[in-house]
C-alpha cells in the first residue's frame, strides 16, 4: 500500500492509503477535517476545495497520493490560530453570503487563490475567479460584496502582516 507525508494545516502526517482514496475522503475519514464537504464527488460543484501549495483544487478529483510531499491547507486551517477568523471568513459573515453553508468552505478557499493571485479584482473578476464553486442559496451578489471586502481588509494590512496571506508556494518541509 503506498505511504504518503503530507503537511496539512501545518501538521504533518504520515500515512498508508489506498492508491484510489481521494484527498476529500482522506482529510475527512483519516484526518477528522471534516470543514471540507463531499460535495458532487465529480468536481462539479467547488464544496470541496481546498489549497495544494497554495492553489485551489478540488480535493474529489485529486488522489491523496497525489497529495504526497504536498502541504494542504483547508478551511480550518485558515485564521490566526488565537481563534480569529480569517478576513474571507469575516466578511462572509458581515455580508451574509452564506445561508446553508454548505458552499463556504469551498467558495473562502476559491477566494483566498484568487486574491493571492489577484489582491484587487473587479467584481467581474470575482465571478470569474469563482466560476467552478456553486452555491445554490444566495444568487452570489453577497459573495462577490464578501470576497470584495476580504480584499480591501487585506489590501490595508500593514507590511508582512497581511492577515491571511499564505506562503505562495510551499510543500512539506
Known amino acids: 500500500m503506498p505511504r504518503v507525508r503530507v503537511k496539512v494545516d501545518g501538521a504533518t ?17 483519516r484526518l477528522g ?3 471540507t464537504p463531499v460535495g458532487c464527488d465529480t468536481t ?10 497554495g492553489l485551489s483544487v ?11 510531499e504536498r502541504e494542504i491547507t483547508t478551511i480550518e486551517g485558515l485564521g490566526a490560530g488565537n481563534g480569529e477568523p480569517h478576513p474571507l471568513q469575516r466578511a462572509f459573515h458581515e ?8 458552499c463556504t468552505p469551498g467558495m473562502i ?23 467552478g464553486n456553486l452555491c445554490r442559496c444566495t444568487g452570489y ?3 462577490v460584496r464578501a470576497v470584495r471586502r476580504a480584499a480591501e481588509q487585506m489590501r490595508r494590512a500593514p507590511a508582512g502582516e497581511a492577515p491571511g496571506v499564505l506562503p505562495q508556494k510551499g510543500g512539506v518541509a
Not at 45 to 53: F, K, S
Not at 58 to 68: G, I, R, T
Not at 95 to 102: D, N, R
Open 13 to 29: 502526517y504520515r500515512d498508508e492509503v489506498e492508491p484510489r482514496l481521494l484527498l476529500v475522503h482522506y482529510l475527512r475519514e
Open 33 to 35: 477535517k471534516v470543514g
Open 44 to 53: 462539479n460543484c467547488g464544496a470541496c476545495t481546498v489549497l495544494m501549495d
Open 58 to 68: 478540488k480535493s474529489c478529483s485529486v488522489l491523496a497520493v497525489q497529495a504526497d
Open 95 to 102: 455580508e451574509h453570503a452564506l445561508q446553508c453553508g454548505f
Open 109 to 131: 478557499m476559491a477566494a483566498l487563490d484568487l486574491l493571492r493571485e489577484n489582491p484587487d479584482p473587479s467584481d467581474a473578476q470575482i465571478r470569474e475567479g469563482l466560476e
Open 141 to 143: 451578489q453577497n459573495i
